[in-house]
């Protein structure tokens, strides 16, 4: 069985087992949640697509760990204004690990 949930805007196809980063969650390691924003529910016999979410489906997950990606420089420059600036930034993502899906 498979499900498509939404968390942090972005939209992630997940199975059962199945261990994913989803942008940052402000929740201790080791908690479990669930989600109720599945957008998609389906097996090898029938998909069920929400309008736009699936009602009664849920999904639950553990978290798992909390870490930041690698560094991405941003770097700006105009010429001939002496306009020079290098930043970066390291996005913070959270895995989660899927324990059960139910519709």
Known sequence: MFAVIKSGGHQYRVEKGSVIDVDLLHKEVGSKLTTDQVLMVGDDKSVT???????????????????????????????????????????????????????
Do not use: C, W
């Open 49 to 103: 697509v929400g309008e736009p979410l699936v009602a009664g489906a849920k999904v639950e997950f553990e978290i798992k760990n909390h870490d930041r990606k690698d560094k991405v420089l941003v770097f700006k420059y105009k010429r001939r204004k002496n306009y020079k600036v290098m930043r970066g930034h390291r996005q913070g993502f959270t895995t989660i690990e899927v324990k059960s899906i139910s519709k």
